[in-house]
């Protein structure tokens, strides 16, 4: 029932500065603002950059032993992390023993303003999850719930190549509809979404103008 229901248009949240045909309802607390983030993309990309040079993107292994394809570093209070003893947050970055880098004021700013765009005031993270992307690497259906705060959303920024992203449903067995995310492009997760079973499909090989041969996605949690 799901996967068959189209994709809405949602009026704006006051005071909304973007076209109703760039903001789609995939369901129950999940909105796509498409391009959102596209003017202030190259500033965020010089910030990930910055970020990488203190704190390495790596390839983690997962607890069953499988090195991702996806290659990642974090900023903020803490940093996601995947290793032989399983999922977890950590303060430290395990590569350096030091504190990941902290969360540049652009991060915050557009964090805060795409969770009011869909209605969510009060968005306030003290995570970003920075994945990189190459062509082939991809992200297996999953759910994100390693966070204490699971009554906060998650927002979502595609930099980059576009990606298909595989958006299920609350049970791993629900299959998943296929959605393009494109450069700027930023996605709120809220509610009843929260909890919905993701992934990304193998990305394609391209150019992209920002990032060259690759995608990088930032994750904003509120993860304590
Ligand atoms: C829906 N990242 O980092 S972003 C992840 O494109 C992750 O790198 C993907 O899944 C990426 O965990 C997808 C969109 C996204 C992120 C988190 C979600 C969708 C979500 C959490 C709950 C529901
Ligand atoms: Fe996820």
Redesign the pocket.
């Known amino acids: 029932m799901r996967r068959t229901r189209r994709a809405s248009h949602t009026a704006p949240a006051t005071g909304s500065l973007l076209p109703m045909e760039d903001r789609v309802q995939l369901a129950e607390g ?1 909105v796509v603002l498409r391009g959102f983030a596209a003017d202030r993309a190259p500033g965020l990309l010089a910030r990930v950059r910055e970020i990488a040079a203190t704190a390495p993107f790596r390839h983690l292994e997962t607890p069953g032993g499988y090195r991702m394809s ?1 290659a990642m570093t974090n900023c903020g209070r803490a940093g996601w992390v995947s290793d032989r003893r399983g999922y977890r947050y950590e303060m430290l970055d395990p590569l350096s023993g030091r504190p990941w880098p902290p969360m540049p004021e652009e991060f915050m700013d557009l964090a805060a303003r795409a969770a009011n765009e869909a209605g969510l005031g009060g968005f306030d993270p003290d995570v970003c ?1 920075i ?1 990189r ?1 190459e062509p082939g690497a991809r ?1 297996s259906l ?3 719930r390693d966070e204490r705060q699971l009554g906060a959303p ?1 927002v ?1 920024v ?1 930099l980059g190549l576009p ?1 298909t ?1 595989l ?1 299920g449903g609350l049970r791993r067995s629900d299959r998943p509809r296929r959605i393009v ?1 494109s450069s700027g492009d930023v ?1 709120v ?1 809220g509610g009843p ?4 079973y ?3 499909a193998p990305l394609a090989e391209g150019m992209h103008e920002l990032t060259g041969r690759c995608r990088i ?1 930032l ?1 904003f949690r509120q993860a304590f």
Do not use: C
């Open positions: 999940a996806v999850l994945n992307y992200l999953h759910q994100d998650i979502s595609s990606a992203f958006w995310l996605v997760w979404s929260r909890l919905v993701h992934g990304v996605n994750t």
